[in-house]
């Protein structure tokens, strides 16, 4: 069993909220807020080092990430959408750590408070069995995040189209799909976060 050197996980925070109205990063969540939570999941978990990619003007954010053990990497200008973020945050993690091929990545929106450590840590033990496949949680036929992908994707992800996303190499590259209890969900609408935040209760 060959173990990834490293794990790298990319957050992209860059986001406008359209669907939601107002911003939802930082909106309440148990004790915390959402971005706080999702950061806390990932610290929790096995994986190596975090990145989070926000805008450049959103000192809110900085100022809520800056007690936190994570790389912040200040966008300028804001991506135009999450494959612009997570080709900053691989730019970032190449430039500070030059990563081998044995490493991987991993990426999950920052609006997903109910992702869960134990989820990313059995993303992160299967690519230690299968190196250099991507792999996906499922459950119930539902694919979800974390997506783990081996460093040797990264040029692929600079090659996609301006209107490829990530799950373009899924397609081209059939993951491994790992089933799981749980499937973190994102927030997209005051229904969804109110509902969320019921089944805290």
Same mark, same amino acid.
């Given at each position: 069993?060959?173990?990834?050197?490293?794990?790298?996980?990319?957050?992209?925070a860059?986001?406008?909220?359209?669907?939601?109205?107002?911003?939802?990063?930082?909106?309440?969540w148990?004790?915390?807020?959402?971005?706080?939570?999702?950061?806390?999941?990932?610290?929790?978990?096995?994986?190596?080092h975090? $990145?989070?990619?926000?805008?450049?003007?959103?000192?809110?954010?900085?100022?809520?990430?800056?007690?936190?053990?994570?790389?912040?990497?200040?966008?300028?200008?804001?991506?135009?959408?999450?494959?612009?973020?997570?080709?900053?945050?691989?730019?970032?993690?190449?430039?500070? $750590?030059?990563?081998?091929q044995?490493?991987?990545?991993?990426?999950?929106?920052?609006?997903?408070?109910?992702l869960?450590?134990?989820?990313?840590?059995?993303?992160?033990?299967?690519?230690?069995?299968?190196?250099?496949?991507?792999?996906?949680?499922?459950?119930?036929?539902?694919?979800?995040?974390?997506?783990?992908?081996?460093?040797?994707?990264?040029?692929?992800?600079?090659?996609?189209?301006?209107?490829?996303?990530?799950?373009?190499?899924?397609?081209?590259?059939?993951?491994?799909?790992?089933?799981?209890?749980q499937?973190g969900?994102?927030?997209?609408?005051?229904?969804?976060?109110?509902?969320?935040?019921?089944?805290?209760?």
């Amino acid at each position: 069993m060959t173990k990834p050197r490293r794990s790298f996980a990319i957050i992209p925070a860059c986001g406008e909220s359209r669907r939601m109205g107002t911003d939802k990063l930082l909106l309440p969540w148990s004790d915390s807020t959402i971005l706080e939570t999702v950061i806390a999941a990932w610290q929790k978990s096995e994986a190596d080092h975090i $990145f989070v990619v926000i805008p450049q003007e959103r000192r809110d954010l900085r100022n809520v990430l800056q007690n936190l053990a994570v790389h912040v990497i200040a966008a300028d200008p804001r991506p135009a959408d999450m494959k612009g973020s997570i080709q900053l945050g691989l730019q970032a993690i190449e430039s500070r $750590f030059s990563p081998t091929q044995d490493d991987v990545w991993l990426v999950a929106p920052a609006d997903m408070p109910t992702l869960s450590s134990r989820t990313i840590n059995l993303v992160l033990r299967e690519a230690e069995r299968h190196p250099g496949r991507i792999v996906v949680p499922i459950n119930s036929e539902k694919r979800g995040h974390p997506v783990l992908l081996p460093w040797s994707c990264t040029s692929d992800v600079y090659a996609l189209a301006s209107d490829q996303g990530i799950n373009a190499l899924l397609a081209k590259s059939p993951p491994l799909l790992v089933p799981v209890e749980q499937l973190g969900n994102d927030v997209d609408t005051p229904a969804q976060y109110q509902s969320l935040r019921n089944n805290l209760q």
